[in-house]
């Protein structure tokens, strides 16, 4: 990754702007020569201005519990450099560049889950992410957790020095949030179009009627998600011998008859996130922003993350909804009903077959409820009562993280049980796309012929699902 030369532009021009400014005029601009939070009405002359920098960071990295996933980490340096490069935030070019360098080298920075109240920025996790340019804390470096002086040594980079404003803005901001936000979108979109193959695969496994596909159905009620999941389901349908097979039925279960209501509204709320989280971090998140063109240091709240907040724990919700029906899914074709036996083994009562595979989904669905509790509605103050009402956004992004995580594994128990269901079908076959992925399954799980350790199969669909990249629709 480099820099534009109209990003370079614009970092050069607002930090010259400042320095001008602080020469030239006795005025208070908060975090940049006065306190931080409550203590925004002390003065900090100018020769303590640099050891404010640093303080700020230490005494901001406070953060405890988990580790950050270095990928979710990478992705937060990735968003700070965006946001630091349009020229708002009045820091050296020399500090956009050494986060680019950390970047391009893999120098990820240790950083703990605990933290930040998504509302004066991301402050513990963000001080965490900040400490290394320092030459504070500790990084991921060549696969080991180093010391962060240590690895500056060894490639000969010595630590900065932060000026005036610059602590403030790499502590300022939705990064960390925001980091969790883009990785969840990014699995997101593969794990819905995976849920509408699992179902398309449940609906051949459990024998069911086309109709609910019927695009008449839909054009009636023209929700976008509802009417792409109809046609998607169908057009990965399209071929299938089972179509022919007798129907038992007059109608079938939600968890199959409602797929594309369900599904669709899952994949509306989805593409609703996805628009916030791009447009968050595509914005300028730190505080005061710099207006060199009018002469402007302006104090707001652009650090705050509602706009997340909010987001993030619909998105919890959508996904945990995809896993829901799910599992209910997986109930009925364990179910010995349509021709399939129970619990999907040819000999049960000596053999248990599928049967726990389902209470494992039941418990995993049954977390995710509890992890769909928002945290958006909660607020509590902080710094003096300054900050009186916080978003919690970071706490819904661990959340729904934990969400998307479950979901993978329910929709790997769905596939490793629909396809033994579609074992018991033969020598009828599904669609081509359905029977290609079948087959390539098998050569990683075998059909179930009698009792075997299923968690090893359940690790092993969850690793076939990720390596294959399905169409997109």
Known sequence: MELSAESIRRIVHCREYLDHKLQDTDELFYGINTGFGSLCDIRISESDIEQLQANLVMSHAAGMGDLVPQEIVRI??????????????????????????????GILPVVFEHGSLGASGDLAPLAHLSLPLIGMGEVWYEERRQRADVVLATLEMEPLQFKAKEAIALLNGTQFSAGYAVWCVLKARKLANWADYNAALAYDAFNCRLTPLDPHIHKVRPHAGQVFVADHILRILSGSGMEQVEKTAVQDPYAFRCVPQVHGASRDALAHVEHMVLTEINSVTDNPNVFPEDDLIVSGGNFHAQPLALPLDYLAIALSEFGSISERRVYQMIGGQRGLPAFLTALPGLHSGMMIAQYTAAAIVSQNKGLCTPASVDSIVSCNGQEDHVSMASNAATKVRRVVLNLERLLAIEWMVGAQALEFRRPARSSAPLEQLHA??????????????????????????AAVELPEG
């Open 440 to 465: 390539a399954y098998r050569k990683v799980v075998p059909k179930l012929e009698e009792d075997r350790i299923l968690s090893v199969d359940m690790e092993n669909t969850l690793q076939f699902m």
């Open 76 to 105: 937060m340096l990735l968003l700070k450099i965006q946001s630091l490069s349009y020229g708002y935030s009045a820091v050296r070019l020399e500090l956009v560049e050494r986060l680019i360098a950390f970047y391009n080298l």
